[in-house]
C-alpha cells in the first residue's frame, strides 16, 4: 500500500497545505491548520463521480423550467423561511448555538409533515409517498433522549422513524433501503466516515460526509437537512466548506435565556433570503409567532436614558427593536462594545457624531445593544444607535412613544431606508407617536397619531430631540 501522504487542513476556511504553518495561507488564520490524511485519488473521483453526468447542450428556451415539489412543514414560521417547504431533494443546513432549539424545530416538523401524510386530501403539488416519510438520524443523543423529547413536546403517537447512528456508510445504506422524503442528520458534526483517519466534526470529515449526503439527496429526491454547531467565532465548525455546498442555510438567533427565536435565511436557492421565521420556545417546544413586530421591545413603564427604539425591516416584515447604549467614562484606552449590531459601524457612527454634532465620546466606554438577541444587519439602525448614545450621555431619556430609523453618511447627512411608509405605519399601529426619520422617508399624506420629523443631517437629528424635551 502506498504510503499515505499527510496535509494539513485549516478548521477555519478549509484551506489545505502540505507543510504545516502558523499561519493558514487561505484565510491567514493562525494556528487553524491540523493534520489529516490526503484523499486517494479514487476518492476525489467518487466525489466528482455523482456532479451532473454529461449532458448534451441545450438552448435556455428549450429547457422545460419545472416548479419544484414542496413539502410544507407544516410549520408556518418554518415553511416562510423555507420559502414555502422542503424541496424534493434539497439540502438545508440549519446552524445556531448549542441549546437554542434545532433538534426540537425539526423533531416538531417531522412530525407535523408526518401527520399531514397520513391525512386525508392534501393540496396540490405536495409529495406523497407510501410510508417511511421522515427519518431522524441521531448522532448526539440516543433514541431514549429523542423519544423522551418526543413526549416533552406532547408528540405520544409520533410516527417519525429514529436511527442512533454517526457511521456515514450505514446512514446512507438505511437512506437507500428506506428512500424516507424527509431525512434529518442531527447533526452533521457527529457523523464519520471510516475512510478519512480524522475525528469526526473535523473539517475533513464533516465536509467528506456533507458531500456523500448531498449527492445522496440530489439521486434519491430525499430532502436532507444537516443540523450543524456554530463555533465561537459564529461560523459553523467545518464551516464555510458546507455553505456552498447546500441550497438553503438558516441560523437560528436570538438569546437562549429569552424566550424568542428568530431563524433566518442566509442562502436559499428556492426562495427569498433574509425572511425570518418567528418562534417562541415553550414548555411545549417551539411555537410560531406570527405577529411578531413587538417582541423585541423591553417593558419600560417609563422611557429610560439611553433607550431607542427602531423599526427594521427583517424579509417582509417590519419588526420594532429597541436598541440600548450606555455611555460611561472609561480608562485610558475606552471600549466600544456592541451586541447584535457591527462594531466598526458603531466606532464610525461615532467619529460622524463628534465631527458633524459636536458630540465628544472620546473618553467614555460605550456599549450598544439590540434587545433580545436579535442581529441587525441594516445600515437603517444608525440614526437609532446615535440618538440611543446621546441620550445615555447626557442621562435624558427619550420622549415617550418615541422612535427612529435612518442611514447615517460619512459626511453627516441621514439617508433614507427602504420601504420607510411600511415602517412608520407598524410603528403607529403598535402606539408609537413621535418619530425622527430621513426627510426622503416622511410620507405625504400624515399617517394618524403619528408626528414626524423628518431630517436631513446628522445635526438637525439632534436639535429635534433636544427640542422635543
Ligand atoms: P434543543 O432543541 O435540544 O437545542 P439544540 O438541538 O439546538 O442544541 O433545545 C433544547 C432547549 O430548549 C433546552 O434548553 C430546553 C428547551 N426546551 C424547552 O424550553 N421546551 C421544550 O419543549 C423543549 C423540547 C426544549
Ligand atoms: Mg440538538
Known amino acids: 500500500m502506498a504510503k499515505e501522504k499527510t496535509v494539513y487542513t485549516c478548521s477555519e476556511c478549509g484551506g489545505t497545505t502540505p507543510r504545516w504553518l502558523g499561519k493558514c495561507p487561505h484565510c491567514n488564520a493562525w494556528n487553524t491548520l491540523v493534520e489529516g490524511v490526503a ?21 435556455l428556451a428549450d429547457i422545460e423550467a419545472t416548479e419544484v415539489a414542496r413539502t410544507p412543514t407544516g410549520m408556518d414560521e ?36 408526518e401527520r399531514s401524510s397520513q391525512g386525508v386530501g392534501e393540496g396540490t403539488g405536495q409529495r406523497q409517498g ?15 433522549q429523542v423519544a423522551l423529547r418526543s413526549r416533552r413536546l406532547g408528540l405520544e403517537r409520533s410516527q417519525v422513524k429514529v436511527l442512533a447512528e454517526i457511521e456515514l456508510d450505514k446512514i446512507l445504506a438505511t437512506l437507500s433501503a428506506t428512500k424516507p422524503a424527509i431525512a434529518v442528520i442531527d447533526s452533521i458534526q457527529t457523523v464519520y466516515s471510516g475512510e478519512l483517519t480524522s475525528a469526526p466534526g473535523s473539517v475533513a470529515q464533516v465536509r467528506e460526509c456533507a458531500a456523500h449526503l448531498t449527492r445522496a439527496a440530489k439521486s434519491s429526491g430525499t430532502t436532507i437537512v444537516l443540523v450543524g454547531h456554530v463555533t465561537k467565532e459564529g ?32 442562502k436559499n436557492r428556492f426562495g427569498a433570503v433574509n425572511e425570518i421565521g418567528v418562534f417562541a420556545m415553550t414548555e411545549r417546544g417551539l411555537k410560531g409567532v406570527s405577529n411578531p413586530s413587538a417582541i423585541f421591545l423591553s417593558q419600560h413603564s417609563e422611557p429610560v436614558p439611553g433607550s431607542c427604539v427602531m423599526v427594521t425591516l427583517e424579509g417582509t416584515r417590519p419588526l420594532l427593536v429597541e436598541i440600548q447604549a450606555l455611555v460611561d467614562s472609561g480608562g485610558p484606552s475606552p471600549r466600544r462594545l456592541s451586541v447584535g449590531l457591527d462594531r466598526d459601524r458603531l466606532a464610525m457612527l461615532l467619529a460622524v457624531l463628534h465631527r458633524h454634532a459636536g458630540v465628544a465620546c472620546m473618553d467614555q466606554d460605550v456599549f450598544v445593544n439590540a434587545v433580545g438577541g436579535v442581529r441587525i444587519s441594516e445600515p437603517a439602525a444608525d440614526l437609532a444607535v446615535l440618538l440611543s448614545i446621546t441620550s445615555s450621555l447626557r442621562g435624558k431619556p427619550l420622549p415617550k412613544g418615541f422612535f427612529a430609523f435612518g442611514e447615517v453618511g460619512l459626511a453627516g447627512e441621514v439617508r433614507p431606508a427602504p420601504r420607510g411608509q411600511e415602517r412608520l405605519r407598524e410603528a ?3 402606539g ?25 443631517r446628522v445635526e438637525q437629528a439632534m436639535d429635534v430631540v433636544r427640542g422635543l424635551g
Open 235 to 266: 461560523a459553523l465548525a467545518g464551516p464555510r466548506v458546507l455553505e456552498h455546498m447546500v441550497d438553503t442555510v438558516l441560523y437560528f438567533e436570538g438569546d437562549t435565556h429569552s424566550q424568542f427565536r428568530l431563524v433566518r435565511a442566509i
Open 432 to 456: 408609537f407617536s413621535v418619530a425622527v426619520v430621513p426627510k426622503a422617508n416622511a410620507p405625504k399624506q400624515a399617517i394618524e397619531g403619528l408626528t414626524i420629523h423628518a431630517v436631513e
Open 130 to 144: 407510501a410510508g417511511g416519510h421522515t427519518l431522524y438520524v441521531t448522532g448526539e443523543e440516543s433514541g431514549a
Open 428 to 430: 403607529a399601529k403598535l
Open 78 to 113: 418554518l415553511d416562510r423561511v423555507l420559502g414555502g417547504g422542503m424541496v424534493e431533494g434539497g439540502v438545508v443546513l440549519i446552524g445556531g448555538d448549542p441549546g437554542i432549539g434545532k433538534s426540537t424545530l425539526l423533531l416538531q416538523a417531522l412530525d407535523a409533515i
Open 39 to 59: 484523499e486517494s485519488a479514487s476518492m476525489s473521483k467518487n466525489r466528482f463521480a455523482a456532479l451532473a453526468k454529461t449532458a448534451e447542450v441545450a438552448v
